[in-house]
C-alpha cells in the first residue's frame, strides 16, 4: 500500500530539542550582535518576531501534513463486519458507493469494492479534540469489497482509524468514538446492500 511506504516524521523529542539547541544558538547571536552595537533592540525584537513567524510557517504548512500523512507505529483501531447481500458484486458495490455521498466523505471504488475516507487529521491535528471543528475531523477510513456467492454477495468491511504518526497512543475516549463512528459507516453499507425485504 502507498500509505506504508511514506516516510514517517522525526521523533518529536528529537525535533523539539533541536529547535530549542538552534533558539539558544540564535539568542546568543543576536545578543552579541546587539551589545556590538551592530543591531539595536528594536531590531532585536523584529528579528525575534521573524524568527517565531518562520517557526510556525514551517509548523503549519511541513510539520503537521508531514506528520498527518505518515504511517503510526502502533496497531489501527479496527471494527470489522461481514454480511451477506442478495445483490451481486457490481451491484453491491455500486450501492455501497451511492451509500456514501456526503461532502465529506471521499469514495474511491471499483467494480466490487469501495474505499471511504472521512475527516481529516491536519485538521483534527490542528483545531485538537477539544474543538467542535476538530472533533468533527476525526479521521476515519473504511474498505468494502464484495466477493460473489451463491444467492448473491458475501460483503467485508473493515473501518478503521485515519490518524497520522503521533508519540502516544490515542486516548481512550478517542478510541471509543473511532468505533463508534466506524459501525455507523458499515451500518450504512449494510442497510445500502440489504435486500427488499430486509
Known amino acids: 500500500m502507498a500509505a506504508t511506504e511514506r516516510r514517517r516524521p522525526r521523533s518529536a523529542v528529537l525535533f523539539v530539542m533541536a529547535m530549542f539547541v538552534t533558539g539558544l544558538m540564535a539568542n546568543a547571536l543576536l545578543r552579541e550582535l546587539r551589545d556590538r552595537g551592530i543591531i539595536t533592540t528594536p531590531v532585536l525584537v523584529l528579528a525575534t518576531v521573524f524568527l ?11 510539520w503537521v501534513p508531514r506528520a498527518s ?8 483501531i479496527v471494527v470489522a463486519e461481514t454480511w451477506h ?9 455500486a450501492r455501497m458507493r451511492d451509500a456514501f ?31 467542535a471543528k476538530g472533533w468533527d475531523a ?6 468494502l469489497t464484495a466477493a460473489p456467492s451463491e444467492e448473491g454477495s458475501n460483503i ?13 497512543q490515542p486516548a481512550p475516549f478517542v ?5 463508534r463512528r466506524g459501525r455507523e459507516l458499515i451500518r450504512r453499507a449494510v442497510v445500502a446492500t440489504a435486500g ?3
Open 175 to 179: 478510541e471509543i468514538e473511532v468505533r
Open 85 to 93: 447481500s442478495p445483490y451481486p458484486p457490481r451491484e453491491a458495490a
Open 138 to 143: 476525526l479521521p476515519l477510513a473504511v474498505d
Open 69 to 76: 500523512s505518515s504511517e503510526p507505529d502502533r496497531p489501527r
Open 52 to 62: 517565531l513567524g518562520g517557526f510556525a510557517v514551517y509548523w503549519r504548512f511541513y
Open 101 to 131: 455521498t456526503a461532502p465529506a466523505a471521499r469514495v474511491t471504488a471499483d467494480d466490487t469494492s469501495v474505499h471511504v475516507r472521512t475527516g481529516s487529521d491536519t485538521t483534527y491535528r490542528i483545531r485538537g479534540a477539544g474543538s
Open 156 to 168: 467485508t468491511a473493515e473501518a478503521r482509524d485515519d490518524l497520522g504518526y503521533y508519540e502516544d
Open 196 to 198: 427488499d425485504g430486509q
